[in-house]
Nanobody
Framework: VQLQASGGGLVQAGGSLRLSCVAS????????MGWFRQAPGKEREFVAA????????RYLDSVKGRFTISRDNAKNTVYLQMNSLSPEDTAVYYC?????????????????WGQGTLVTVSS
């Protein structure tokens, strides 16, 4: 089982990026999926989660209205559209597959993790 995150890079403040996470080895169409991030010197934190069918989404307060999580179960892929980026969003972003069907926010409920993709936002 592998989760491959991509789409990170260097962007100026106010810009946008779209992260993708493709799962291989098994389908996660019945699992909630999530994005977490870890900034330099900080602990990893929850960013966004989506339920198995996309019917429920949850976000970190500081990204609400700027980030959108979505999924395409036919492609076994989850996305994170990030708009109005700020330097505070700089971090390594990890995708994760949940052990439940729901949009969980705690790492406890995520079983499989991708390798991370670096997002750097310059001021």
């Amino acid at each position: 089982v592998q989760l491959q995150a991509s789409g990170g890079g260097l962007v100026q403040a106010g810009g946008s990026l779209r992260l993708s996470c493709v799962a291989s080895g098994r389908t996660f169409s019945n699992n909630g999926m999530g994005w977490f991030r870890q900034a330099p010197g900080k602990e990893r934190e929850f960013v966004a989660a989506i339920s198995w069918n996309g019917g429920s989404t949850r976000y970190l307060d500081s990204v609400k209205g700027r980030f959108t999580i979505s999924r395409d179960n036919a492609k076994n892929t989850v996305y994170l559209q990030m708009n109005s980026l700020s330097p505070e969003d700089t971090a390594v972003y990890y995708c994760a597959a949940g052990s439940t069907a729901f949009s969980a926010t705690s790492e406890t409920y995520f079983r499989f993790w991708g390798q991370g993709t670096l997002v750097t936002v310059s001021s």
